[in-house]
């Protein structure tokens, strides 16, 4: 009589281990890069995520990409090989595109922190991903047949990669980047003597940092972005009486939340700098201007919009911010995958910065008068400077527009610094009047 002998069932884990058993060396290599790529998105948005935030902060952020690591994962060792190679191609470029962040820091921060750790282990994996992907194009490529049809195939392969790259992928990368990446300090600005260090607390909880120089004429301008770039305007206005303050955005510099270059959320900033000066006593009654470059220029004009308290905004360089404004711009029929690539950047963004785009600047821009706005936009500049001409059209009185044919973006001062001086401060001493 035979004893029978009955396995005992594994668990999970056994299970895993046995499966990863029969993988190549290839597939283990790849489905960690894979795995290391998610740690560092899991740990960016719901471990460690920015001061100020929670994981709840980053829903769409933290659960879409996951969601396609996750299947990912599963699909590699299933997958064949044209398959494997797409899914470890585009691993490697979102393995490179989270590690910028932690190089990023490490470069200009001061030094990595939080998760920018896992976010060095995310460069090595996508390299390898990377590697792997162009591996398995090569070792998989079609030998045999006519020589017609595997020419046929690989040209159209290859057309498929360069829509597919400047289309889809770089803007993609970008729209991380944007959601990810803050830039320069206000209080390394140089003011003067006369400068305060400030906070401001903003209407959904955030702690921003900054400074103020204080008005000697009963008049504070809010000078945006905070960084370097606006020093020379800033000084330029506490030259003339100005009370000056300048803040670092959510997410750049010493402030808290997640930062987001193209100022989606830039509105309840500006917001609690406007309620900082209506409650200095240094500061007049209904005498709150604001200076806005580039970006600033247009979260300015949505503020002045929507807060009557923001009584003059000059907005130079402002263009687009979403698709609800790229679509505007003046194109040709073969400028096509251009506006799909701004459309897939819009998307992207709102997922990794986990709002969606403000309203098209034009239908804003009328709800400014009777306050006054100075637009000015340069010949050199973005493509997108050109819609001031059209925000321009929408405003209501008073309003101008300069245009200074040969200044690049945001260096109307550099180009022309006598007339900039004394066409910016004459708006405001005429539109802020004692």
Same mark, same amino acid.
Do not use: C
């Given at each position: 009589?035979?004893?029978?002998? %009955? ?12 499966? &990863? $058993?029969?993988? +190549? ?11 290391? #790529? =998610? ?16 994981? !709840? ?6 659960? &879409? ?32 595109? #989270? ?16 998760? !920018? ?5 995310? /460069? ?32 159209? %392969?290859?057309? =498929?990669? #360069? ?21 320069? @300090?206000?209080?390394? @600005? ?9 906070? /401001? ?8 940092? *900054? ?17 370097? +770039? ?12 100005? *009370? ?17 270059? /193209? ?22 009654? $209904? ?7 580039? &970006? ?52 992207? %963004? ?30 050199? $500049? %973005? ?52």
């Amino acid at each position: 009589m035979s004893a029978v002998v %009955v396995a005992r069932p594994q668990n999970p884990l056994q299970r895993a281990a046995v499966m &990863v $058993g029969t993988w +190549s060396w290839g597939i283990r290599l790849a489905v960690l890069g894979l795995v290391l #790529v =998610a740690l560092h998105v899991l740990d960016d948005t719901s471990l460690q995520p920015q001061p100020g935030t929670g994981a !709840d902060d980053h829903l769409a952020s933290g659960l &879409v990409p996951l969601g396609l690591l996750a299947l990912a994962i599963w699909a590699y060792p299933r997958a064949r090989a044209g398959a494997r190679a797409a899914i470890a191609l585009s691993g490697g470029v979102l393995g490179l595109v #989270v590690s910028v962040e932690a190089v990023y820091a490490t470069l200009v921060g001061g030094g990595p922190s939080g998760d !920018d750790f896992t976010g060095f282990a995310a /460069l090595p994996a996508g390299l390898v991903l990377l590697a792997l992907g162009i591996t398995t194009l090569w070792r998989s490529r079609r030998r045999g047949g006519s020589v017609w049809r595997r020419s046929l195939r690989r040209l159209l %392969v290859l057309a =498929a990669v #360069v829509v597919t790259v400047p289309v889809v992928v770089v803007p993609i990368g970008a729209a991380y980047l944007f959601a990810h990446l803050g830039r320069g @300090v206000a209080t390394n @600005v140089d003011l003067g003597p006369n400068v305060e260090p400030i906070r /401001l607390r903003t209407s959904d909880g955030l702690t921003l940092i *900054g400074s103020y120089v204080p008005s000697r004429n009963g008049a504070a301008i809010i000078v945006g972005p905070g960084y370097a +770039s606006t020093q020379e305007p800033a000084r330029m206005l506490v030259r003339h009486g100005y *009370g000056v303050l300048l803040f670092d955005q959510r997410g750049e510099g010493r402030s808290d939340g997640d930062p987001n270059a /193209l100022g989606w959320s830039a509105e309840k900033d500006f917001n609690a700098a406007i309620a900082f000066l209506e409650r200095r006593p240094d500061v007049d009654h $209904g005498r709150i201007g604001g200076l806005g470059l580039s &970006v600033a220029g247009e979260t300015l004009l949505q503020t002045a919009a929507h807060n009557i308290a923001l009584r003059a905004v000059v907005s130079e360089g402002a263009g687009s911010r979403s698709i609800r404004e790229e679509r505007e711009m003046p194109r040709h029929p073969e400028d096509w995958p251009d506006l799909v690539s701004q459309g897939v950047l819009s998307g992207a %963004v709102t997922v990794f910065a986990n709002e969606t785009p403000p309203a098209n600047l034009r239908h804003l821009v009328a709800a400014i008068a009777p306050r006054a706005v100075f637009l000015i936009s340069a010949g050199h $500049g %973005v493509p997108s400077e050109i819609l001031n001409r059209r925000y321009y059209a929408e405003a209501g009185q008073p309003k101008s527009l300069w245009e200074i044919r040969e200044a690049g973006h945001t260096g109307g001062l550099a180009s022309r610094p006598r007339e900039y001086e004394a066409r910016v401060v004459d708006f405001f001493d005429r539109s802020l009047p004692a």
